[in-house]
């Protein structure tokens, strides 16, 4: 007996469904999903967003790492002339707390108070660059943070405003006593020479922690100019600033803070040696030129100054009402 036909599984049709059918591909309609060329925008602009978000979060996440990690390297030392680069890490408890102190006394005396940037010292070197007299900035140690750890040297807008979106992004992030620590530690102290570790070997054959005050002044007072002043046989600029700071922490009576010797060319420079040039502004005083730090450091007549111990200074007075706290 002959076995009854068995119907197929899908009726066959004529006329094509109005939908696609469940079991077969959708058909590929021109210059859509089945053109290779319709897909690569889509997969650009995917590739931009996620560049873009990878941009975002990067900077964030590296400052918010190194609160806890040191920092293996820094900018500023990836890009020293001098290789290869000295830097020893300390922790803040092997800082000596004279050097703290003197390097916010010579950097940044609202250091404790400020959210980063000092508006009144910003305002105030504006007005003193627009009339030409005496060039000068106005970082504090927490834009220095920023620029030694992510910038490049040199000055244009778009490295300041680099500089203070890590600026906002340090200072909402790390603390002040972080800040403080890792400024001591990537900080160049001359050139090469980074950190106060690496700078109290080099010039004073100790480490940090056995700083005497004088030679914690002296570090502070060559930060402005690392790669031209020499804490180790200071020119008489450096030991004028040092003794300043040294007035700024009490060991010594207060006095005028000394002024830089002029190097810009929109500066009046000495028509010679000990005489104020013709466009000296009136009642000017000559002032001491500073000598390279590797000449300072191989002139048999340059007098090194007396390295002087604890002991050798007078106890700290109380601080004047206008230091920041410390």
Same mark, same amino acid.
């Given at each position: ?81 001098? #290789? ?100 001591? &530690? ?38 402005? &100019?690392?790669? #031209? ?98």
């Amino acid at each position: 007996m002959a076995r009854p036909p068995v119907p197929p599984r899908i009726a066959p049709r004529l006329e094509p469904d109005e939908a696609p059918h469940p079991l077969l591909p959708p058909p590929a309609l021109p210059g859509l999903d089945g053109d290779p060329a319709s897909r690569r925008p889509a997969r650009r602009g995917r590739r931009i967003a996620l560049g873009a978000l990878v941009l975002f979060l990067l900077p964030p996440a590296a400052v918010l790492a190194l609160r806890w990690v040191p920092p293996p390297t820094t900018a500023f030392m990836l890009q020293s002339p001098v #290789k290869p680069v000295e830097y020893r890490w300390v922790p803040a408890a092997r800082q000596p707390e004279n050097l703290r102190r003197a390097v916010i006394a010579s950097e940044d005396q609202k250091f404790w108070t400020h959210r980063g940037f000092d508006l009144d010292a910003i305002q105030e070197a504006l007005a003193r660059n627009q009339k030409g007299r005496h060039v000068r900035g106005a970082s504090t140690i927490s834009q220095q943070v920023a620029k030694n750890l992510f910038l490049w040297p040199g000055r244009s807008w778009l490295r300041k405003g680099v500089e203070a979106t890590f600026t906002v992004l340090i200072e909402a992030l790390w603390g002040k006593a972080r800040i403080l620590e890792v400024y001591l &530690n990537t900080a160049e102290f001359g050139p090469g020479l980074f950190g106060a570790e690496a700078a109290a070997q080099r010039f004073f054959h100790r480490g940090a922690a056995q700083l005497t005050p004088e030679q914690c002044a002296r570090l502070a007072a060559v930060l402005p &100019n690392p790669r #031209k002043w020499n804490a180790e046989r200071p020119g008489p600029y450096v030991q004028a600033r040092a003794q300043w700071i040294l007035g700024q922490l009490g060991y010594r009576p207060p006095q005028p803070e000394p002024v830089a010797p002029i190097e810009s060319p929109r500066e009046w420079m000495p028509a010679q040696q000990g005489a104020p040039g013709p466009d000296a502004p009136p009642g000017t005083t000559p002032l001491p030129q500073e000598a390279p730090a590797a000449d300072a450091a191989t002139d048999p007549a340059e007098p090194a100054a007396p390295d002087l111990d604890a002991d050798d200074l007078p106890p700290p007075a109380e601080a004047p009402a206008s230091d920041a706290p410390h």
